[in-house]
């Protein structure tokens, strides 16, 4: 078996290559806001969705998501994949270099290797390599300088997409000077278009370009492609209130905002200062049920309070009108977000009513958890409640701060809830996500014995058609049992001072500043 | 001399108890909040093997007073921890930012006493006319405003709309000084803006009461000028009460100033005590709150010890 569609542009990257490291940034820094500070520049190591992003710019790993959230080469020239599905040869793009200019060989991926599955280094993804969940990669060796060779236990779909998770810092591949004398992390000494210039906490981030940066060429899409910087610097700068960071994109001191509320998108298309750029997202938005309550245990409760609400009416109320309603966990811009993910039930308060009476609920009230740390959130819980009790639902909605809410959905400890999960780019990963058992993950909402082993299913299948077949039976399945309510996967909107070009927002959502310059003259 | 050493060694002494009471507080309340820092670093996908893990790495498996004796004893040495969520020093970190804080603190408070001490003794020497109604009615309306509100229309006004000053950021004066000058000017004028309005009325209720007194009624029947009488007999008997209120002031401010540091995105000793509250970043608030616990008290002290200054019938015995 072998990825053709990793292999087909090789020869064009290989020649570009040569050419386009060579291109001359802007001397010019371009500003982007982060809510939050970051927690470290160590790939997928004490990390949270600020680190990430600005940790991939810095390193790159084998291989990379696309835009559409498919895998494709990075460091990697071509990955082969053996006929069982379980031996993944990656061969090497030639003439890679680290930013402090030593080459980069098989031997580097080893050691990097190495580190990441070292329980010491507390990988995030450790778990996934190692056996427990994803893959177990039992062996991997180096051949030649050129050549890695990864070996798994037993074949699996998600092994490409897990090496390249944003989460598991894309098991980006660093230089043994990353690290001191004693193992311990300094900074990232990566291949990617950037390096750390400057990390001042609190305040900002600071990257340069990579003198030293080898394009593979290509369409730039995703972490993949050419990747060249245009600037000479980026400056992430830390602005926790979205007022200020607002006023600071208008007036100019920041030049990108990556991550805009929905409800200032009207106002920032509408000024000829700025640019507005959007696309449906890869996370969720959902109303969870613990299905161990003594009330929500029976299903028809839970269905009565679907078929209370309107959720094309709440998902446009929430959203202010940015996205869709999508009542499944596989997010809309998957490939496997077909016709029946999309199929949203019409609101019938008389059925709900007569499930309610079926099941004797007699009005008892629904505890209903909420935070307004995420408004949406907050707001889902207020329109769940008016809606629900039109239906003659009594719920009453109890606010939390963000990490008590968290604390609480880990713990199981809940009758409802409305809850974000982050983005998970694999529909197998999207169900994962909700279901597992309750007595070893109290977390996971939807306990199927049936569907768990459906999911464990589709991890090892590579066929796209197979695979959608048991996402449709899946999407059946859980509709039936109603664990929880998807209500939409949002959408990511970016938005840029009207002098910068090349900025594209998509569905991961993090910023990407390679390729990214002012307009001449502005 | 020797009477004032003995009483700053007794005061100081006295802070050891109220510190460590601040200490157990701190610590116990602040585990008694929901949350898990743990499960805030690994996110909804963490299973409960990881969490545990992460738990056992940050040393959060242990009983909690072991944790805490253990904590105390770091703390004895000048050891505060180490962040959990960036790892860094607490004690370099809370230095660093108590820098932002103080420096912005310390110029608003002063210019706003510049400003609150003669509007509230003009307000007190003309009460009851249009000037006292005027100031009375600044003050009154520069206390009720938030200060977040305040910084936001100054950040709309001379950020956005004249473009003079910068919106966001933060410079250090051992940089560009002059740079560093305007990154700090919004701040400082909306913290003084918001004191002035508090001391003012602190000032003119004090100099009511003062120019109600007999011996200012002898230095006027002495024939001394109106000028003479506020400056020599009103000014240093009124300063007194308004500088126990800068020393209030001063202790609670030094601790941070979150929502105007999160307004101007300055990185101050609050927003570093909010994050961490959010984060569960428990060393960084147990260290913070120490921190700004024993500020609270030198301020204090300071302000005691000086006191003799403004009113000679304080001594230190």
């Known amino acids: ?522 | 001399m020797h009477a004032l050493s003995k009483y700053v060694a007794k005061r100081l002494l006295w802070t050891l108890p109220t510190l460590l009471i601040v200490a157990v507080m701190v610590f116990f309340l602040v585990r008694m909040i929901p949350g898990d820092p743990a499960q805030l670093i690994l996110g909804d996908s963490a299973s409960p093997e990881e969490l545990a893990n992460l738990r056992a790495n940050l040393g959060l498996d242990k009983p909690v007073p072991l944790q805490f004796l253990y904590w105390l004893g770091n703390v004895l040495r000048g050891d505060f921890g180490h962040s959990i969520s960036n790892g860094a020093s607490v004690l370099l970190l809370m230095l660093d930012r108590f820098q932002v804080s103080a420096t912005i603190v310390l110029v608003a408070v002063a210019l706003a006493t510049l400003i609150a001490v003669p509007a509230g003794l003009i307000a007190a020497w003309r009460q009851n006319d249009h000037v006292d109604v005027a100031i009375v009615a600044a003050s009154t309306l520069l206390m009720s405003v938030p200060s977040f509100w305040l910084g936001l229309v100054l950040l709309l006004v001379f950020g956005l709309k004249l473009g003079w000053l910068p919106v966001v950021g933060y410079v250090p004066f051992t940089e560009k000084p002059w740079t560093a000058i305007t990154y700090v000017i919004l701040p400082v004028v909306t913290l003084m803006l918001i004191e002035v309005g508090v001391l003012t009325r602190m000032m003119r209720a004090s100099a009511i009461e003062i120019l109600r007194l007999e011996y200012v009624m002898h230095a006027r029947a002495k024939g001394l000028s109106e000028r003479k009488v506020l400056l020599r007999h009103v000014l240093p008997n009124a300063f007194a009460p308004t500088w126990t209120m800068i020393g209030l002031v001063l202790g609670g401010l030094l601790g941070g100033i979150a929502v105007l540091e999160t307004v101007f995105t300055l990185p101050g000793l609050g927003r570093l005590l909010v994050d961490a509250i959010f984060a569960r970043d428990y060393p960084v608030v147990q260290g913070c709150l120490l921190f700004t616990a024993l500020i609270y008290v030198i301020v204090n002290l300071i302000v005691d010890l000086c006191y003799p200054l403004f009113d000679p019938r304080v001594t230190a015995s």
């Open chain 1, 1 to 522: 078996m072998k990825y053709h569609n990793l292999l087909k542009t090789a020869a064009a990257m290989a020649l570009m290559a040569a050419t386009a490291g060579t291109a001359t940034a802007q001397d010019k820094t371009m500003r982007v806001r982060i809510n939050a500070d970051i927690r470290s520049t160590d790939p997928g190591v004490n990390r949270d969705a600020n680190s990430d992003a600005i940790v991939l710019h810095m390193v790159e790993g084998l291989v990379g998501y696309r835009d559409d959230a498919s895998v494709a080469p990075l460091l990697a020239k071509s990955v082969d994949v053996s006929a069982d599905g379980k031996t993944y040869t990656f061969k090497l793009r030639e003439g890679l270099k680290f930013s402090n200019g030593e080459p980069l060989t098989s031997a580097d991926v080893l050691a990097s290797w190495q580190r990441y599955v070292d329980p010491k280094t507390a990988w995030r993804c450790l778990k996934d390599v190692t056996g427990s969940s994803v893959a177990n990669v039992t062996n991997v060796t180096a051949p030649d300088a050129s050549t890695v060779v990864f070996t798994l236990e037993k074949p699996t779909a998600l092994f490409l997409a897990t090496l390249a998770r944003t989460d598991c810092g894309g098991t980006g591949i660093y230089q043994k000077s990353s690290l001191d004398a004693q193992g311990k992390w300094v900074k990232p000494v990566g291949t990617g278009p950037f390096m750390l210039q400057e990390w001042r906490s609190g305040q900002y981030v600071q990257l340069a370009a990579n003198p030293n940066y080898v394009s593979p060429g290509g369409e730039r899409t995703g972490y993949v492609g050419d990747k060249t910087p245009k600037v000479s610097a980026v400056r992430f700068m830390v602005i926790p209130d979205d007022a200020a960071a607002k006023a600071a994109l208008y007036s100019g001191d920041i030049d990108v905002i990556s991550d805009v509320n929905n409800a200032d998108v009207e106002e920032f298309s509408a000024s000829n200062k700025l640019k507005v750029d959007k696309v449906a997202s890869m996370g969720l938005t959902a109303l969870l049920f613990q299905t161990r309550d003594p009330l929500l245990k029976d299903v028809r409760i839970r269905k009565a309070l679907l078929l209370s609400l309107d959720i094309p009416q709440m998902t446009e109320a929430l959203t202010n009108g940015q996205s869709p309603a999508n009542l499944s966990v596989i997010p809309v811009p998957s490939p496997y977000s077909g016709k029946l993910q999309k199929a949203v039930p019409a609101r019938n308060i008389e059925e709900a009513k007569k499930l309610l009476a079926e099941a004797g609920y007699k009005g008892q009230p629904i505890k209903w958890l909420a935070t307004k740390f995420y408004p949406s959130l907050f707001d889902a819980a207020v329109l769940t409640q008016a809606m629900a009790q039109e239906a003659g639902i009594n719920i009453e909605i109890e606010t939390l701060d963000w990490a008590t809410l968290l604390d609480r959905y880990t713990a199981g400890n809940y009758s409802a809830m409305s809850f974000t999960y982050s983005a998970r780019l694999d529909p197998s990963l999207s169900f994962d996500m909700v279901s597992g058992n309750k007595d070893k993950s109290p977390n996971k909402v939807w306990d199927n014995p049936e569907g768990l082993k459906l999911i464990n299913e589709s991890t090892t299948i590579g066929d796209d058609k197979q695979r959608q077949a048991l996402f449709d039976k899946l999407e059946g399945m859980i509709r039936t049992d109603v664990p929880l309510i998807p209500l939409y996967s949002g959408t990511r909107i970016g938005a840029v001072r009207a002098n910068v070009e090349g900025y594209k927002t998509w569905p991961v959502g993090y910023p990407r500043m390679w390729g990214v310059s002012f307009a001449q003259g502005k």
